[in-house]
């Protein structure tokens, strides 16, 4: 199995703030990566596919580059309905495996 | 609009049954490959079962091959997931999630709002 590790696994910040968050997975993936967002209570949310291509109607501050093993999502600045859980997943072959998740605080 | 309504969760013991369903709308069902996603209570998320749009295709997560079995009728916009003999380790929110395309490896665009699973003695 593809095992995927996502740093930090929190991250306290404030509006404005630019952040990133690291997935790494233990193979090579090319660019079969996906990003979620969840907040508390509702299903994940796509935001990525394909490491790099941003889902319809996801706003154009979110970003996510890399390809292989490392992969980053970047929020350009922080907006206040962005806190939430972020989670990678790897679509490159079976099992479909998930990061263990990123929550995003408020400082 | 895509909807995805799931249900049929509960409580039930050890070596129990249950049949999840999940009615869709809103998008040509038959066209897109289909998922369950399980989130643990400690929130970690496993992709459990994916079917291909017309059935034949189906993949299973290690530890439900032999007890689950996904299932879709495309003439009522349906996918089920049938769970047979469960176990402590399978108490989770179950999400039905759409894939994004017609591939069973496909990304989930669309997520239904999840059913809860307790499997408890």
């Known amino acids: 199995d593809i095992e995927m590790t996502q740093s930090p696994s929190s991250v306290s910040a404030s509006a404005g703030d630019r952040v990133t968050i690291t997935c790494r997975a233990s193979?090579?993936?090319?660019?079969?990566l996906a990003w979620y967002q969840q907040k508390p209570g509702k299903a994940p949310k796509v935001l990525i596919y394909t490491a790099s291509t941003l889902q319809s109607g996801v706003p154009s501050r979110f970003s996510g580059s890399g390809s292989g093993t490392d992969f980053t999502l970047s929020i350009s600045s922080l907006q206040p309905e962005d806190f939430a859980t972020y989670y990678c997943q790897q679509t490159n072959s079976f099992p479909l495996t998930f990061g263990g998740g990123t929550k995003v605080e408020m400082k | 609009e895509v909807q995805l309504l799931d249900s049929g969760g509960g409580l039930v013991q050890p070596g129990g049954s249950l049949r999840l369903s999940c009615a869709a709308s809103g998008f040509s069902f038959s066209n897109y490959a289909m998922s369950w996603v399980r989130q643990t209570p400690g929130k970690r998320l496993e992709c459990v079962s994916v079917?291909?749009?017309?059935?034949?295709?189906?993949y299973y997560t290690d530890s439900v091959k032999g007890r689950f079995t996904i299932s879709r009728d495309n003439s009522k916009n349906m996918l089920y997931l049938q769970m047979n003999s469960l176990r402590d380790e399978d108490t989770a929110v179950y999400h039905c999630a759409k894939g994004r395309g017609s591939s069973i490896s496909s990304c989930h665009d669309f997520w239904g709002q999840g059913t809860l699973v307790t499997v408890s003695s």
């Open positions: 079917i291909g749009t017309s059935g034949i295709n189906t």
């Open positions: 193979q090579g993936i090319s660019t079969w």
